[in-house]
């Protein structure tokens, strides 16, 4: 018999609205698993089970009502960077290892109003600064592929409780990659929107410019159907764009007869790993079935993603992170003797050594006498990489190409080397700068572990992604796959 | 480019950061090599580019009318205070 975990999310609603099961059915079974399998993932930092429990409650009576939302009753869990009030959230970090956040994010209102039911909250690097889920204050993420492995990052935890099966959806957020590269590391459908498209308020900024909130699904259907409810204005974000959700649903079945496809031509240069790239030409050839036409493009200032990221984010991060400073919330150290230690060893203390070091990075590129050198070129640049993806999309519909340069890596192999691990995002960086919507979808595994294909779309384009995407999924069936001993 | 201890030491401090003296040369080494990889940005002809600061063109900072939204919730807000005694975040004395 096909068991609860194995349903997709749109399975589950459907489920749901036709009674075959209810929603503390669901949260029973899905809060089993976290119990059974957390303790060796670590994917969740706080398990909120009572609070699922009445939630599904309620969600059950509205059900009966007919009065629920669209995914009322529907099991989920938020990356512990969303505000969630009256619940710990820590963002990974020491220095909120004691903060129960007053207020709900956006995010996590209008998805409460649309009925889903929290399950907890996912582990991540700390801050959400880095690729392997490492840099948490509450430890490593293991990859359910392969415990040795990472999940990717920072949204491991929500990427490794996908991936187990432990909900049918997380939340994430994406800076430089942190959706994508660990929705391709473990198998999943991972969407990063538009910039403004989810509201980020309640969402621990980490580089304002860049920060935008997606999810983790098994499938592109899925993600449209919580996309829908998550995506939207919000007067409290002054980034927020005003423009009207589409129906992302609607518009997943349409053909791919005639799509054009740029292969980005840099992101098969240098770095890119043999099997990997043969897995993401395999599934280009799956497109060019379905009637895609492929173009190759050239972005030539996208090899300055990495470095041109390197230096706004770390500056918009010391910015951000200046409000960490042991007087109103967070992590105070012992017996300060001023003001001055009071700041300097509460942060010192609080932070852990990635966080410090992007700090330290900001603070450097944007003191007197380097601003111009660093900050404002990086700016300059950034503008250079943005024009390259629009005079592509002149000539094509979507862009393609891998998500990570190689499947998932060991635990440990490159904590101790920044620009080594800074690499992994050379592929995704390029969306965030240019604050362009883009996913990963799983197309195959290499040595048992998954490899994901990435497409970027131009502003505002998800729902076509969206459509790209299940068109590929109903022809292949890597998103199926459960990795073993979590069927 | 090569920073020293001093220039870290004296990052540390612009950005309020205590460092134990064992931590003072990993940062000299990562922080090295950071501002050696992203000085490939100088071979970027940015000569007539405009900065960038945010990622959609023609976006404006909205205005709202000036009314209170928000109501008083110190209480709830100064839970997550290290210290606070009268409704007032405590610090060590500032002024001598």
């Known amino acids: 018999m096909t068991e609860l975990h194995h349903l997709t999310l749109a399975e589950l609603n459907e489920g749901l609205r036709a009674r075959r099961f209810s929603s503390v059915e669901l949260a029973r079974h899905f809060l089993a698993r976290i119990e059974r399998m957390n303790p060796t993932l670590n994917a969740l930092i706080t398990v909120t089970a009572e609070q699922a429990m009445a939630a599904a409650q309620r969600a059950d009576e509205l059900l009966a009502s007919g009065e629920a939302g669209a995914l009322a009753g529907v099991p989920l869990i938020h990356k512990d960077i969303f505000c969630t009030d009256g619940v710990l959230t820590t963002c990974g970090s020491r220095m909120l290892s004691n903060f129960v956040a007053p207020y709900d994010a956006t995010v996590v209102e209008k998805l409460s109003q649309s009925g889903v039911v929290m399950l907890g909250k996912a582990n991540m690097d700390e801050f959400a600064m880095g690729s392997s889920n490492e840099t948490s204050y509450y430890g490593p993420v293991k990859n359910p592929w392969d415990l040795k492995k990472v999940p990717g990052g920072s949204s491991g935890g929500s990427a490794a409780a996908v991936a187990a099966r432990l909900a049918p959806v997380a939340t994430a957020t994406d800076t430089g990659g942190s959706i994508r590269q660990p929705a391709a590391l473990t198998g999943l459908t991972g969407l990063k929107p538009t910039y403004g498209r989810v509201s980020r308020y309640g969402m621990i900024a980490f580089a304002s410019s860049l920060d935008q909130a997606g999810t983790l699904t098994y499938t592109a259907k899925d993600a449209a159907l919580v996309l829908r409810d998550m995506a939207g204005f919000d007067p409290r974000d002054s980034t927020s764009v005003d423009t009207p959700v589409p129906d992302y649903v609607a518009s997943l079945d349409e053909p791919l007869k005639g799509l054009k496809i740029g292969l980005l031509k840099e992101f098969f240069e240098g770095g890119l790993e043999e099997s990997t790239g043969k897995l993401i030409r395999e599934a280009l050839q799956v497109y060019e079935r379905l009637g895609a036409q492929l173009v190759e493009v050239s972005l030539p200032n996208l090899p300055l993603s990495v470095p041109t990221y390197y230096v706004v984010a770390p500056a918009e991060c010391s910015s951000n992170l200046s409000r960490f400073d042991g007087v109103r919330f967070g992590y105070r150290c012992e017996d300060p003797k001023d003001l001055l230690d009071l700041y300097k060893r509460s942060r010192g203390e609080g932070f852990g050594a990635e966080v410090k070091r992007r700090i330290m990075t900001g603070t450097y590129v944007l003191s007197a006498g380097y601003y111009d050198a660093y900050y404002l070129r990086a700016q300059k640049v950034r503008r250079l990489i943005t024009d390259d993806f629009a005079r592509a999309f002149e000539q094509v519909d979507v862009l393609m190409g891998p998500t990570s340069p190689t499947p998932a890596f060991d635990i440990g192999a490159k904590v101790d080397d920044p620009i080594t691990m800074y690499l992994n995002d050379i592929y995704t960086i390029g969306a965030n700068l240019a604050g362009l919507p883009a996913l990963s979808i799983p197309c195959g595994t290499v040595g048992g572990l998954p490899v994901g294909l990435q497409i970027i779309g131009p502003h505002f384009a998800e729902a076509k992604l969206l459509n790209v995407a299940h068109g590929y999924q109903k022809e292949t069936p890597w998103h199926q796959a459960i990795p073993k001993g979590y069927e | ?96």
């Open chain 2, 1 to 96: 480019m090569s920073l020293t201890d001093h220039d870290v030491k004296n990052i540390a401090h612009l950005a309020r950061l205590a460092l134990s003296e064992e931590q003072v040369p990993v940062y000299v080494d990562s922080l090295s090599k950071i501002f050696d990889f992203v000085a490939q940005l100088n071979a970027a002809d940015t000569a007539s580019v405009e900065p960038m600061a945010h990622p959609l063109a023609d976006q404006v900072q909205r205005m709202r009318p000036d009314e209170v939204l928000d109501h008083d919730q110190h209480v709830k807000y100064q839970g997550n205070a290290p210290r606070v005694e009268a409704d007032l975040y405590l610090v060590p004395k500032v002024i001598e």
